[in-house]
Every structure is written in C-alpha cells, then in structure tokens.
C-alpha cells in the first residue's frame, strides 16, 4: 500500500472507530463488530490487505494490545473487589476451559475424524475467552462490579491454560510422552511467580515515579516499563500477561499496599498514577483495539467452506455449554451476582489472539492432521466475535430477551421458578405484554430480598 493511502486509512479509521463508539453508546451496535467487518472487506473480500504479510507483525502487535489492555484494566481493580471475586474466577475460568477443551476435543475425534492428538489441541486452543473482546465489552455494560472482574480475570488466567495446555499436548505428541505434573507446574509457576514480578514492579515504579515525572516528555514511560515487565516475564517463561496485570493492580491499590505493608520499611509514601494518566492508558486501549479488530478482520479465511460450518456449529456449541458452566461454576447462592449478571457471563464466548496463535503454531507444525486447524480456528473466532457482540447488546437493551435467557440458565421452562429482586421484577413489569399481568407460564416469584438464591427449585 502507498504510504500516502496508508497515512489516509490509518486516519480515517480512527475517526471510525470514535463514529462506531458512539453508535454503540447510544444503539447498542458493536463497535468491535463494525472494526471486523473494515478488515474482512480490505482483507478477504477485496484483498487490500494481505493477510499473510501481517502475520509476523500482526502477532507482536497483538500481545501489545493484551498487554496495554490488561494492564489498563488492572489499574480499575481494588483488592477488596479481587478478594471478593477470585474464588468465583478460579472456578468459572477452569470449569468453562475444562467442559471446552473436553467437549471440543472429542467433537474433532469421535465425529470431525481428526487425529485425537490435534483434536484436543484444537480443544486447548478454543479454551479460553478472549481479553480483546471481552474487556472493551465488559466496560461499556452495565453489570455488577464484581462480575466485571471475573470477566476480566477469568479472560487473563484462560489464556494461561490454553497456551500451557495447548503447548503441553503438543510436545508430548511430538515426543511421544504426556506428563500431568509438568503441566501443573508450569501453570502454578507462571500464575505466582508473574503475579509476584508484577507487584515488586508496581512498588519499584510507585516509587521511581515522582522522580520520572521530572523529565520531560516522560508521560509513555509507565507503558515502556509495562513491556520492561512483560518482556522480563516471557524470557524467564513465565506469564507476560499475568505479570501486566498483576503491575496494574499494585499500582491502583498502592495505597493500600504501603499502609499494611511498605510504611514499615519506608518512611516515603508512594506516588499514585495521576488523572492524565490513567486518560493516556485509556486512549492506548481504544487505539489498540481499533487496529486489532480490524487486524483480526483481515486474518479471517473463508477459502474453506467445510471449516466456516464447521465454525460455526462449535460457536452454538460452546454457547451452550457456557450456559451450563455459568450454572455449575457460579450457583445461585453466590453475594453479587445477580440473575442479569448471569445471562451476561453465559454469553461471553468470544476467542481471540491466543487461539490465533496457537491454531497458526498448530498449523504450520508440520504434524499429520494439522492442515484445518488453522481454518476452524479462525472461523470460531469469526462467530463467537459476531455472536457475543450481537447477543450482549440485545440482552442489556431487551428485557424479554434478558429473562428467557434466565431462564434458560436456571433450566426453569419446566416448573421451575425464578426469584427476582425489585430491579428484575420492575424490568419485567415494564416488558409485559398488553395483559396487564405477568404471564402463568412464567412460573415468576417475585421476591424484594436481593440475598435470598436467585433461584427456588
């Protein structure tokens, strides 16, 4: 592409992308959705872009992305929100990996035919959700506090299992030897010992900052000593993405961090991030984000009919199986989770970079059966994008829409009855027919205690 154009395209589709955030704010039409059909019209469609000459290029840019994205986000989290909500997180993120990569896994082997070597890394792969995609989403929703953590959370320690489990099962097909202890290893190792680099970088930079802000033009310097940690992370094999996290959390909570435990040790209290700062990080997000929706646009491959179908009934499927592990992993009893919460969880599906990376590793391996991985892959996160970017807008703007799929969480279609608080009760009220009553067939209790179970069975 002429330099000129591509000045051109660049402008014009940040000028887009704040058009397409506006129209998501205000009709509920996903930006992310828009950004990927740019991509798919100057890449597949009308081959603009070439695809395989932004592959290199492409994946860098991509952790870039995840690594601004989470650490950006990590700087939102209070440790009283992440007390309450890691347990919840550790449950939803390793049930919903597990049913995936099982369900998946003999999908491809008993009924696609494939190699059941391959079969479960493509499992592994699809595993976890994406932070791309549901981060930007999480944030323009209205659900509780501690929902939007899990997600957040629950789509950072995902993409750890998928790439260790997906690596694991990969050397040991090509080895020939599948040891469980190295698999647990790895991921304990690459969740504590990110997590710990992270949080010394948060104090080390807590304290180096006043000092920082001293020179001039130093405002990027927080995001250059993010990548310092991320990239410190990778090269000792540990989780650069963990570790981003894990440095915007110390940061957001460095108050906290210094009463309990630094005041002790040093007399000189730590500086926080400023408003303008936290606006920076906040600009970098939405950049990065434009480019990679439409970046992942433009690595969509339909040259292969059987693998779009094939997509595309892994995409229902894991719809529904997410349904049934937001109902195993969060039961109803859980404190802050209430029932519009859950049909939120139960359709964040989306798949994103790490599934594009390891299904290209995957690809390109060289091993017997690899050949469509690739395609399947690159189809799934076409859909479940276009899925969850449909279904989350739909069910926040229609309230009918909301308690059928309550409803179909709790499985109450057979005499079974959903208890709803006040907010629930008065959405339904407000969505009910020209009756002027709620409908028998609902089976609704209507309770005004927001403790009680959200469900009576």
Known sequence: MEPALLILTLGTLIFAAHWFAEIFS????????MLMLIGIVIGPLFKIVDADKLSSMGNIFGQLTLVILLFESGTELSFKTLAESIKNTISLTIVNFLVTFVSIGLLGWLILGMNPGISFMLGAALGGSSSAVAIPLVKQI???????TILILESAFSAILCIVVALAIFESYKYGEFRVGIIFGQVFSSFLLASLIGFIGSIFWSMVLDKVRTIDNSIFTTPAFVFIIYGINELLGYSGIISALAFGIGLANMDAIYKRWLRKFFDRRPTLLNPTEKTLFSELVFLMKTFFFVYVGISIKFDSFISLL?????????????IIVVRISLPSEIKGINNKDRAFLSMMIPRGLAAAVLATMISQ???????????????????????TSVLVPLLEKSEKFRMFYIKLIYFSFFGKKVILNDDEAQSLEEAKDDSGSISEEDKIIISDNDDIPNILL
């Not at 094939?310 to 997410?322: T, Y």
């Open 26 to 33: 205000k009709k509920r039409i996903p930006d992310v959705l």
């Open 142 to 148: 209205s659900i509780g506090e501690k929902s939007k």
């Open 310 to 322: 094939i997509g595309l009934g892994i995409s229902f499927l894991m719809i529904l199986l997410r």
């Open 365 to 387: 391996s060289g091993l017997a059966g690899c050949e469509r991985v690739s395609n399947i892959v690159f189809s799934v996160i076409f859909f479940t994008i276009i899925f």
